[in-house]
Nanobody, 117 residues
Framework: QVQLVESGGGLVQPGGSLRLSCAAS????????MGWYRQAPGKQRELVAS???????NYADSVKGRFTISRGNAKNSVYLQMNSLKPEDTAVYYC???????????WGKGTLVTVSS
């Protein structure tokens, strides 16, 4: 089995920061890419940020300059540092992995981020 587990969500005031973590475990040979998606109430799930095994990153326009995605060195993990949070960042954040041989479509259960005063 392949499992992705997110952590780090919570309640934060506008302008605050959170760091999300995701760890992948199981029968994984290697990871092509990992990313963070989010889904706000009444909205479609959208890509927030992604990072390839080579370190190339991609960000949604709405989070550029505020969020930073990074990969762990010794573990199959990915992080999302979120700064200057806005109420519109409120959503359930999901970790995604595109795995070598196994393909994409692997998701965590999500972690809730609420930005509110």
């Amino acid at each position: 089995q392949v499992q992705l587990v997110e952590s780090g969500g919570g309640l934060v005031q506008p302008g605050g920061s959170l760091r999300l973590s995701c760890a992948a475990s199981g029968s994984i040979f290697s990871i092509n890419a990992m990313g963070w998606y989010r889904q706000a109430p009444g909205k479609q799930r959208e890509l927030v940020a992604s990072i390839t095994s080579a370190g190339s990153t991609n960000y949604a326009d709405s989070v550029k300059g505020r969020f930073t995605i990074s990969r762990g060195n010794a573990k199959n993990s990915v992080y999302l540092q979120m700064n200057s949070l806005k109420p519109e960042d409120t959503a359930v954040y999901y970790c995604n992995a595109d795995l070598v041989f196994l393909g994409g479509g692997y998701w965590g259960k999500g972690t809730l981020v609420t930005v509110s005063s």
